[in-house]
């Protein structure tokens, strides 16, 4: 059975750090796409990060890149999103996704699987 499981979520003030794991259980990461996608309330969800599996090319979307950084350790079969400087509008549910595209345009139509959910909340 496919199972991704997120976590590392939290409550931070401005301007610190967390870091997102997402671990999968049923299949390889490696030999996948991740995709890093959050849903703040009343917000649709959205792409923010994404690694490729065929060349280890990356994505940010503008309002996190500089700050977030996506990575993978094969070994553990897992994804990382260090996530840096963080501001309150990131606060939002982190989801991670595999097996869809690495691109600009990554859409939650696009990944099909999907963990259930980490909270990260940032506030003084």
């Known amino acids: 059975q496919v199972q991704l499981v997120e976590s590392g979520g939290g409550l931070v003030q401005p301007g610190g750090s967390l870091r997102l794991s997402c671990v999968a259980s049923g299949f390889t990461l490696e030999y996948r796409t991740v995709g890093w996608f959050r849903q703040g309330i009343g917000k649709q969800r959205e792409g923010v990060s994404c690694?490729?599996?065929?060349?280890?090319?990356?994505y940010y979307a503008d309002s996190v890149k500089g700050r977030f950084t996506v990575s993978r350790d094969n070994a553990k079969n897992t994804v990382y999103l260090q996530m840096n400087s963080l501001k309150p509008e990131d606060t939002a549910v982190y989801y991670c996704a595999a097996e869809g595209p690495c691109v600009a345009t990554m859409d939650i139509t696009d990944f099909g699987f999907w963990g259930q959910g980490t909270q990260v909340t940032v506030s003084s």
């Open positions: 690694i490729s599996s065929s060349d280890g090319s990356t």
